[in-house]
């Protein structure tokens, strides 16, 4: 239900349609915004988001705080080329995998896009999530519903505004301060901001600094820029066109039904014109002109109208969740060719993200020549210069045995022979390789590496 019967006069919320000068309630036709106060919507999906919102908050604020295995569930830890997640742990070195995992994650998105239009937008993102779960809640409480906003907003500058503004600003940033927080939780660990928070700033500059700027800039974009991220900024509203089709359940107005609309009456369709369902959309759009890049699929348009049809004594479902076939009455496909095309993409990239993971070594080691002065002769004999690099995974100490095998006759020099490396550490170890000039060219030089706590063995080779 909204907050309003359809009947109730209009608070000065911005007029559409008549007006030749905007485009929509949020944009003008010559670009410029128009500042919207959304009505509240409490019908069906609302009462979802009203749940999921809180849990999907508490979900992304706990993660940096829970332990799996000993590491944080997710950390990505950048000055040390670590990300951990849930029990996995990659370095610098696994970086390769982050194709298949954005391969994997972006085309599961198609499917779910071509399938459901975005019912991510609408219930997961998090500028959806934190703008209608906690800002917009806090504006509510300082300075009313929607329509008492806007009639404060066309009474001018008042103590009693003024005020409110003063405090709702405050609250705004207090929870931006928080949330940058625990988006900075993400990078430095729970325990690591926890730390930054006890400490001098001037000890931590650089992580103070971020801190600050993630919280203006998201006070910035919650208190202020709202709507316009989704329909200017987010690359994901703007893939929607290719990823649509005629079968795809979107949020969507039924013509055939709705038109013509007008006040209730024997040749008028089901749409009495009330424009509920755009005074309630977030980004100021009429759902009824058709699908609109606009549409974050938030569903407030259903809840506003199926209220609108109970008043009037219509069946709900004048909007609805729908593909443009049903909508036209054309039959529905939910399985089509290019929703195969996408699950096979998505489930070609998981797979070789899976394997890739399975197949990963606890440790990396390599036999490289050496960059400077690499091969030299001297008299009768050649020298040549080479590094062995191990790189341990493993975040735990490891040791490791690493051995070199020449044909007869070359003298192998190697310092160390056992290298005792910490927590995903990487070590370069020289080595001097001399042989007489006559048997240059003719055999390999072998590198053989064990991880001695498991036992675990790399080999690597390069001629001589
Ligand atoms: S579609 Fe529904 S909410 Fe929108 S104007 Fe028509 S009756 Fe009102
Ligand atoms: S048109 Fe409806 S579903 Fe789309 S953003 Fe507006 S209110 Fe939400």
């Not at 800002?135 to 409480?141: G, H, M, Q």
Request: aromatic fraction near 10%.
């Amino acid at each position: 239900m909204v907050s309003t019967s359809p009947t109730e006069p209009s608070a000065p919320v911005v007029p559409v349609h008549d007006d030749p000068a905007l485009l929509s309630r949020a944009l003008r036709t010559d670009g410029r915004r128009v500042k919207m106060h959304p009505l509240e919507t409490s019908g069906r999906f609302s009462r979802v988001q009203v749940f999921l919102f809180p849990a999907l908050i508490a979900f992304y604020a706990v993660l940096p705080w829970v332990n799996v295995g000993g590491h944080p569930a997710v950390l990505i830890d950048i000055p040390n080329r670590r990300f951990f997640l849930f029990g996995l742990t990659f370095n610098s070195t696994d970086f390769y995998l982050a194709f298949f995992v954005l391969s994997g994650i972006g085309f599961s998105l198609f499917v779910v896009s071509a399938l459901f239009g975005r019912v991510w937008c609408g219930y997961a993102c998090p500028q959806t999530v934190y703008l209608e779960g906690v800002y917009r809640k806090i504006e509510a409480l300082m300075e009313g519903p929607a329509r008492k906003r806007a009639q404060r907003e066309a009474g001018g500058w008042t103590l009693d505004r003024l005020a409110r503004l003063a405090v709702k600003h405050a609250l705004f940033l207090a929870v931006s301060f928080v949330v940058a927080h625990l988006f900075i939780a993400y990078f430095a660990s729970a325990e690591g901001v926890l730390a930054m928070i006890r400490q001098n700033p001037a000890e931590n500059l650089t992580p103070f600094l971020w801190a600050w700027g993630t919280t203006l800039l998201l006070y910035f974009n919650f208190a202020w820029f709202r709507e316009q991220l989704c329909i200017v900024l987010c690359p994901y509203g703007r893939l929607q066109g290719a990823l649509y089709d005629a079968d795809t359940i979107t949020v969507g107005y039924d013509t055939r039904r709705g038109e013509p609309r007008g006040k209730k009456g024997s040749t008028t369709g089901d749409c009495v014109d009330c424009r509920k369902c755009v005074l309630v959309c977030p980004t100021g759009i009429d759902i009824r002109n058709g699908n609109q890049l606009e549409c974050v699929g938030c569903a407030h348009c259903i809840d506003a109208c199926d209220d609108v049809m109970v008043q009037v004594g219509r069946a709900t479902g004048l909007i609805r969740y729908d593909s443009l076939a049903g909508l036209e009455g054309r039959a529905r496909r939910f399985l089509r060719p290019r929703l195969y095309g996408y699950l096979v993409a998505a489930l070609a990239g998981l797979a070789a993200l899976t394997t890739a993971v399975s197949v990963r070594k606890s440790f990396d080691a390599a036999l490289l020549r050496a960059q400077a002065n690499p091969r030299e002769r001297q008299g009768d004999l050649v020298i040549q210069r080479f590094v062995v690099h191990v790189n341990s995974k493993s975040d735990e100490p490891r040791t490791f045995e690493i051995s070199l095998e020449a044909p007869a006759g070359a003298e192998v020099i190697l310092p160390m022979k056992t290298l005792e490396l910490q927590p995903f550490e990487s070590r370069h170890v020289p080595a001097i390789v001399s042989l007489p000039f006559e048997k240059s060219g003719s055999g390999v030089l072998k590198l053989r590496t064990v991880e001695k706590e498991s036992g675990k063995s790399r080999e690597s080779q390069l001629p001589l």
